[in-house]
């Protein structure tokens, strides 16, 4: 049997759906009978590759664009995967790059929520990419926050929906020994702790920045605590709205604006902090705060979209829109030193759970199944 895994779309591995097609082609199984091609930019040939030797890459020359990468992907994906003899094929970025129809048994991997990234997008592409995803042989939702809004917004079968949480490197995320070091030195950025994480695109106003800014004001009126607010990830959609209320707040001198922050040091990153704020209202997944919670980091998230789901019962919750709520937050996670090491030792072993081995067994599962039908 051969799989084709598409790549393009994927920001040659250094977006959060590049992080995923990694994670998941690292993980691949090497069984007899069984290989894989990943089809992408000819310049991904070595993004992706690892040492099985079930797995090969087929590379397409194309201009480096996503215009490009779209009229590729829509008018010329169905024949090369039928010239290729794919038996199957995995589409991993859901409505944000399909083909017109699909030639053979496919999945379709959505990690949006897929109502609010057609109504609050100004690509009108995404509404008519979302007509063609109902062609999909079978569709994977990443929570099943995901599952229901394609069911209920989007008039999916959910039949067709089958619900795979995504993996967590546990060799890269995990809790390390704190130190007494009063700088985390994080190639290109030095670091002065004690310090907050919130690692997210910066876009207005469904992440909220702002909300959390002054939030982070008022924990620090109250407290007079020396924490800094670390603000990692680069601009997204009004972002220049997010960087205008950092320059007029009373706390303007704690707060850090990284950008774009290198995915390989995330870790670090996590494991510096003293706590995790999640105030963002659009999560399809959430992944970064599972991932700070693995590093043992206590974390503070939106009551909204996923993050509930995804997070179990092992973080504080509130409402996004409240910035008192978001202060009273910080201060709990930063001076209850009872309720962080309770979070933190249940986080740890909730975060546990979510395999990448398991999410690409039960991937692969379900494409073989379309398979066997047709």
């Known amino acids: ?60 020359n194309i201009p480096d664009s996503k215009s490009s990468e779209r ?70 939702a990443a929570t099943d926050f995901i599952k229901n809004d394609m069911i209920d917004n989007l008039k999916i079968d959910g039949n067709s929906v089958s619900v795979v949480y995504s993996g967590l490197d546990r060799s890269r995320f995990y809790p390390r020994p704190k130190n007494n070091e009063s700088t985390i030195l994080i190639q290109p950025f030095s670091i002065r702790r004690p310090y907050i994480i919130y690692a997210s695109r910066i876009e207005h106003p469904r992440k909220h920045h702002v909300e959390l800014i002054r939030g982070f004001e008022i924990f620090k009126e109250r407290t007079g605590l020396p924490h800094r607010l670390v603000l990692a990830g680069s601009d997204g959609e009004n972002a220049e709205m997010v960087h205008r209320s950092v320059i007029k707040s009373s706390v303007s001198q704690d707060i850090f604006l990284t950008g774009f922050f290198p995915p390989q040091n995330l870790p670090e990153l996590y494991a510096g902090a003293d706590a995790c ?65 309770e979070l933190i030792s249940n986080a740890v072993q909730w975060a546990s759970q979510f395999s990448w081995e398991e999410n690409v067994n039960k991937t692969i599962g379900i494409l073989r199944n379309l398979i066997e039908k047709n």
């Open 71 to 140: 009229l590729w992907v829509t008018t010329s994906c169905g024949s090369l995967c039928k010239k290729r003899r794919y038996d199957g094929v995995i589409f991993p970025l859901g409505i944000r790059l399909l083909p017109l129809k699909f030639d053979v048994p496919s999945v379709v991997i959505v990690q949006d929520v897929l109502s609010d990234l057609i109504n609050f997008s100004k690509d009108r592409y995404y509404k008519i990419s979302s007509l063609l995803l109902k062609k999909a042989g079978g569709i994977i």
């Open 1 to 60: 049997m051969k799989i084709g895994i598409m790549a393009f779309g994927c920001d040659h591995g250094r977006s959060g759906f590049g992080s995923y097609l990694s994670s998941f082609i690292a993980n691949l199984p090497r069984q007899p009978g069984l290989s894989f091609e990943v089809f992408g930019p000819e310049i991904d040939r070595y993004t992706y590759t690892n040492d099985n030797p079930s797995v090969t890459y087929f590379g397409i």
């Open 277 to 341: 704020i999640f105030p963002s209202s659009c999560e399809g997944v959430g992944l970064p705060v599972l991932e700070t919670m693995a590093c043992g980091i206590p974390v503070a998230c939106s009551n909204a979209g996923s993050l509930p789901e995804i997070t179990g019962e092992n973080a504080l919750l509130f409402n996004s829109e409240n910035p008192e709520e978001i202060a009273s937050a910080i201060e709990q996670l930063v001076r209850n030193s009872s309720l962080r090491e």
